[in-house]
């Protein structure tokens, strides 16, 4: 028989895998590309409308241009929303490496 005390480490344990898993919800994903007329107020041709899925959310976009320029656009789109999904755009200094002052100084 399980103690009192394994059974609420299994529990929390239990608990831990499913806030993991409510907080990695699937990644965006590239679900269609087709020609479309210009957006309300663009102008100009060859306009394409793509759509994004992550779970039940949708996006909906317009780029112009042609289609091997939209589907990289829009994968790279993709790549940057799951980066930024992922956390990996974190904090970035600007400042540059400096060697370090001689002794002599």
């Known amino acids: 028989m399980a103690s009192e005390r394994t059974k609420k480490n299994n529990a929390k344990v239990a608990e831990k895998a499913d806030a993991k898993a409510v907080a990695q ?10 020609r479309a007329e210009a957006p309300n107020g663009a102008a100009g041709r060859n306009w394409h409308r793509y759509t994004i899925h992550q779970g039940a959310n949708a996006i909906n976009g317009y780029l112009q241009g042609n289609s091997t320029a ?9 790549g940057q929303l799951n980066e930024r999904r992922a956390g990996r755009w974190g904090y970035r200094t600007t400042r540059t490496a400096t060697s370090p002052r001689s002794a002599s100084a």
């Open 70 to 78: 939209v589907k990289s656009a829009a994968e790279q789109i993709v």
């Open 25 to 34: 919800p699937e990644p965006f994903r590239l679900v269609s590309i087709e």
